[in-house]
Nanobody, 126 residues
Framework: QLQLVESGGGLVQPGGSLRLSCAASGFTLDRDAIGWFRQAPGKEREGVLCISSSGSSTNYADSVKGRFTISRDNAKNTVYLQMNNLKPEDTAVYYC???????????????????WGQGTQVTVSS
């Protein structure tokens, strides 16, 4: 069955760092754009970052600009989200999914995501 599996979440103090992993199972993700999303308690799920098959990244949340970086290692069939200088407001369940890619604008389309993982909890607290 096609799916993505998130891992790497945990409890971290403000200012700390975490690296989340999104590993593909049942397919090879080198041809796909992958998006990272998050959902905080009581809030709607929002797009954070995505990465195209060519490695170009797109930011969908201004709040993480300069702190989060997305990357991919196709040899490991995995996409990563490096999160630095974490803040309490980053607390959420983080998900990854395959997302459509708009070749004209060279951007990911976060609407229509599929192959969602189960998510990994990130808690930032002192």
């Amino acid at each position: 069955q096609l799916q993505l599996v998130e891992s790497g979440g945990g409890l971290v103090q403000p200012g700390g760092s975490l690296r989340l992993s999104c590993a593909a199972s049942g397919f090879t993700l080198d041809r796909d754009a992958i998006g990272w999303f998050r959902q905080a308690p009581g809030k709607e799920r929002e797009g954070v970052l995505c990465i195209s098959s060519s490695g170009s990244s797109t930011n969908y949340a201004d709040s993480v600009k300069g702190r989060f970086t997305i990357s991919r290692d196709n040899a490991k069939n995995t996409v990563y989200l490096q999160m630095n200088n974490l803040k309490p407001e980053d607390t959420a369940v983080y998900y990854c999914a395959v997302v459509p890619f708009q070749s004209v604008s060279a951007q990911c389309i976060m609407t229509g995501a599929k192959y969602w993982g189960q998510g990994t909890q990130v808690t930032v607290s002192s």
